[in-house]
Nanobody, 121 residues
Framework: QVQLVESGGGLVQTGGSLRLSCHAT????????MGWYRQAPGKQRELVAI???????NYADPVKGRFTISRDNDTNTVDLQMNSLKFADTGVYYC???????????????WGQGTTVTVSS
């Protein structure tokens, strides 16, 4: 059974930094892509950053230049380094992984339980 376990959320002042980590456990063939999404109060969940198995990353415009996503394929871990945090970055951050159980089958989406990031102004 695949699980995504997140850690690293918390309370930080504007301009501060936080690092989120997500570890995928369970039996799998590989992880095609890993990413972070967030949901602010009263808003829809949105993509923050995503990275494929070759290390190519894409970022949402509001976080470009401030956030860095990285992954370790050996440990099935994805991290999100968040710098210069703004009040608008406040929300619940969810780890996502597109996991394949065989090379010839399409991947399945898995989600973490969410970790809360609160940026105080």
């Amino acid at each position: 059974q695949v699980q995504l376990v997140e850690s690293g959320g918390g309370l930080v002042q504007t301009g501060g930094s936080l690092r989120l980590s997500c570890h995928a456990t369970g039996s799998m063939f590989n992880i095609a892509a890993m990413g972070w999404y967030r949901q602010a109060p009263g808003k829809q969940r949105e993509l923050v950053a995503i990275i494929n198995s070759r290390g190519s990353a894409n970022y949402a415009d509001p976080v470009k230049g401030r956030f860095t996503i990285s992954r370790d394929n050996d440990t099935n871990t994805v991290d999100l380094q968040m710098n210069s945090l703004k009040f608008a970055d406040t929300g619940v951050y969810y780890c996502n992984a597109l996991i394949k159980f065989a090379s010839f089958r399409p991947g399945r989406d898995y989600w973490g339980q969410g970790t809360t990031v609160t940026v105080s102004s």
